[in-house]
């Protein structure tokens, strides 16, 4: 995957190669400081920061940092996730560095929180084009299986799926290739979630055993669909940050709710914070929830 602003050195010189009349302006750029070397890079002054850190470093973007260049959704998680070929452990000069965590929404940088060290992904990995700053999708998505915590992982593909950047029969075909434990934990990905919050809920639910089904239509018609079903009448509604800052979706979400217990449903709704943030204690409340049993119960409208 190319990034806007960064091209490697190799790359550069074969263009001067094929064009040497471009040699000229090449340097001009580098002498106003427009165009910077950065490692093995030229930088220009539209470079993503946070990726002309990693660079710094003689470092590349993988697994959740890259799955963030590729726009997925990631969630919260320790460390900044890096490859360099051939290196297996952190050399001495680099293991007290803290970088940014590379993370985007709606195109701009996002930082959250403070510097994190790096998580060093090591050669055992499967490698990419040296000329390419960050992996293609499908090496990003292999590098997470078998670096984070399933659930973590399986936000992930999910999200890839549902962007439409992979299909359901491509997030499997890299499942596939994964070691045994994180391969049979993955087969569980689906097409159906339509947020980070969503997975992630419902993979603690079905990893509990409970009966739950997602993207559920509304009774009597209403063309609209329940986030997740939880055995026969509690529905858990999963909040995306975007929810957030928009008006229009509060007062539209609250209607739906509304809808829902005059049907007889117990509607649950979870923040973004509450998942990924509070998540210990909002475990505990949900697990109070499901000792009730009333979840399976029948809807009484």
């Known amino acids: 995957m190319q990034i806007p602003g960064i091209v490697h050195r190799s790359q550069l010189t074969q263009t001067l190669a094929e064009r040497p009349e471009l040699e000229p302006r090449l340097k001009r750029a580098l002498d106003s400081g427009a165009l910077r070397r ?50 297996l452990v952190l050399p001495p000069e680099t293991r007290g560095v803290r970088l940014d965590r590379i993370r985007r929404r709606s195109g701009s940088v996002q930082r959250i929180g403070g ?3 790096i998580v060093l992904h090591g050669p055992q990995l499967r490698a990419w084009p040296g000329t390419d700053p960050v992996p293609d999708l499908p090496l990003v998505l292999e590098h997470a299986g078998r670096c984070l915590p399933t659930s973590s992982a399986a936000v992930l593909f999910e999200s890839a799926v549902h962007l439409g950047r992979l299909t359901l029969a491509e997030a499997r075909e890299i499942v596939a290739r994964l070691p045994h434990d994180p391969r049979r934990s993955l087969s569980r990905i689906r097409a159906d979630a339509e947020s980070g919050t969503e997975t992630a809920v419902r993979w603690w639910l079905e ?8 993207q559920v239509p509304f009774p009597g018609g209403v063309r609209q669909r329940a986030d997740l079903l ?7 509604e999963c909040d995306s940050r975007a929810h957030h800052d928009d008006p229009r979706s509060y007062a539209e979400d609250r209607a739906r709710d509304l809808f829902l217990r005059s049907r007889g449903f117990y509607v649950t709704r979870l ?22 049993g009333e979840h399976r119960r029948a809807p009484k409208a």
């Open 38 to 87: 950065v490692a093995t890079w030229y930088v220009a002054e539209d470079a993503p920061p946070d990726v002309v850190a990693v660079l710094r470093q003689g470092m590349r973007p993988t697994c959740a940092d890259g799955a963030a260049l590729h726009g997925l959704f990631v969630p919260p998680l320790e460390g900044v996730h890096l490859f360099r070929p051939r290196v």
């Open 271 to 292: 923040t973004w914070e509450q998942v990924f943030l509070q998540w210990s204690t909002t475990e505990a409340l949900l697990r109070t929830i499901l000792r009730r």
């Open 207 to 214: 990893s509990l055993g409970v009966t739950v089904r997602a």
């Open 115 to 117: 510097a994190q060290p």
């Open 230 to 236: 939880v055995g026969r009448s509690w529905v858990i």
